[in-house]
């Protein structure tokens, strides 16, 4: 979750060098080398490829801008269904190379180290971002459109969906041996509109990954923030992981899942502000939480918050190695 970032200086550095986030993101071999940051630093399992998840809806024609402390804004934001049948078709090998040639460099830089995701927004998630102009606090202009035209929001959905599935193809065959999908606003919809504008698209997508014979073995896993009521649901998406934030227990959930799936998380971001005693000490909570065994990969709940000193990562990626060894 956010390995890269603010909270790094030499990421800072390297952003300054860049001049804006959407020049680093688009520029491979800087895309890769603050891939790799995290890792010169930290004793990590894995590394995730540097991107953002708006490179979707902005190779889709919106033209994606991201200014320090604003957040993300597009110059031609969703706002009727006249705009849904504007969005262009994606061809994710050549309107997001940057993305495939960075996961190439990394790839090749990583040399078997450690494995390396790929990643992409959930459909709704995208959809939230390009209907809003952003982030949101209500959701407002997205929920009206789920209520006053569903079929548009479906139609804006399904071009997502393809374009998410192709990406995501396209991600491994430049080199991904993992990849995610973030369902970072699945939270906020009614427990019925989840599962019609949420998770059906997150599922097909996982189908047609799989029917693909370049990816039909990846491993995929799935988080959403706030997704605790539909745990068993997103389980049974054809998944192989799935990433809990820190509002659920992981136990409870290894009860109700089983072995169907891996579980990923779940430690409280903020956690990570505070003294390393106590940092040590959640570590160990979250271990216990999920007790002995194989299938948990060890996580944060949500990102790295931009504050927090690098050396409380490291103790945490420390204790999780060493707690490890004596709980499972």
């Known amino acids: 979750m956010r390995q890269a970032g603010r909270y790094l200086p030499e990421y800072r550095a390297m952003r300054k060098k860049a001049g804006s986030f959407v020049t680093l993101c688009k520029t491979p071999e800087l895309a890769c080398k603050v891939t790799l940051q995290p890792l010169h630093r930290f004793d990590l399992d894995a590394a995730i490829i540097f991107s953002d998840i708006l490179t979707i809806p902005d190779a889709m024609g919106l033209g994606l801008s991201i200014r320090e402390n604003e957040g993300p804004r597009f110059e031609r934001p969703i706002r009727s269904i006249d705009d849904i049948n504007k969005l262009g078709a994606l061809d994710p090998a050549t309107d997001l190379a940057y993305v495939m040639n960075a996961l190439r460099l990394t790839r090749n830089e990583l040399n078997g180290r450690v494995p390396l995701i790929g990643f992409s927004g959930s459909p709704w998630t995208l959809a939230t971002y390009m209907i809003e102009n952003g982030s949101s606090a209500d959701f407002r202009r997205s929920k009206s459109l789920l209520y006053q035209e569903p079929e548009a929001l479906h139609k804006l959905l399904r071009l997502l969906t393809e374009a998410v599935s192709s990406y995501m193809i396209e991600q491994v065959k430049s080199g991904a041996q993992v990849l995610m999908i973030f369902d970072t606003w699945g939270g906020i919809l009614a427990h019925a509109d989840f599962k019609d504008f949420s998770l059906a698209p997150t599922r097909q997508i996982i189908s047609n990954i ?11 896993i799935v988080f959403t923030k ?5 745990i068993t649901d997103i389980a049974a998406t054809g998944c192989s992981a799935v990433g809990c934030d820190w509002t659920v227990s992981l136990g409870a959930t290894r009860r109700l899942v089983g072995n169907q799936v891996a579980l990923q998380g779940n ?26 065994g194989a299938g948990h990969i060890f996580n944060l709940g949500h990102g790295v918050s931009p504050g927090v000193n690098p ?14 060894q004596t709980s499972n």
């Open 210 to 220: 799989k029917n693909t014979a370049e990816a039909s073995e990846i491993p995929i």
């Open 226 to 230: 706030g997704g605790g009521p539909w």
């Open 267 to 292: 430690m409280d971001p903020s956690i990570l502000l505070e003294s390393p005693e106590i940092i040590r000490e959640q570590v160990r909570v979250v271990l216990d939480d999920y007790g002995g």
């Open 311 to 324: 050396e409380h990562v490291a103790i945490l990626v420390n204790s999780v190695h060493e707690l490890s």
